[in-house]
């Protein structure tokens, strides 16, 4: 079963490339990111750092990249675009669904920015992975797309974001 960081763009990300996302990934500090998700052991981020790779996909599925970082049989981490309009209104129905019993400050402005979105992108990852630095990959790889998107993200416990500042700000959580 699959667990999804969903970033909302109200631009297109369609030009990010791999070497982009790696370029990025240059200035994370990965380590000060792990303890926000809950992850102490440096020895475990170094391990994945260091098994790290980001690649281009077939694009089967709408699947662009394919993380990995560990060993062969651990689940990759994918990341995905939409922009196919059908499945863009889908999307969109089912957030708005989704905040109809969410609260918090910034519900309203999650349903103005969704009437914007031009772009769906999509990180897949295990549950097992928000245990480990999969969360981590996945929720800073969220917020770099989100920034260059101009997007709100959908955590996997249908949590919303913005990023202001380079500083994730939560909007809204389930009712």
């Not at 790696?22 to 500090?29: S, T, V, Y």
């Not at 999509?122 to 630095?133: F, R």
Request: with cysteine.
């Amino acid at each position: 079963m699959a667990a999804w960081f969903t970033v909302y763009c109200s631009r297109s990300v369609g030009r990010v490339t791999a070497a982009d996302i790696l370029a990025a990934m240059n200035g994370w500090d990965f380590h000060t990111a792990a303890e926000g998700y809950g992850i102490n052991d440096d020895e475990e981020v170094d391990r994945a750092l260091a098994s790290l790779k980001l690649e281009p996909d077939s694009g089967r599925g709408g699947v662009r990249f394919r993380l990995t970082y560990g060993p062969p049989e651990l689940r990759p981490i994918l990341i995905c675009a939409v922009t196919a309009s059908e499945v863009l209104a889908e999307e969109r129905g089912e957030a708005e669904e989704l905040l109809d019993e969410a609260s918090g400050m910034g519900v309203e402005r999650v349903r103005a920015h969704l009437r914007r979105v031009v772009e769906v992108a999509a990180i897949e990852l295990g549950w097992s992975q928000l245990e480990d630095m999969g969360v981590v990959f996945a929720g800073m790889v969220s917020e770099y797309l989100a920034g260059v998107g101009d997007g709100l993200i959908r955590d996997p416990h249908d949590v919303w974001w913005a990023v202001e500042d380079h500083v994730p700000v939560q909007l809204a959580s389930p009712g």
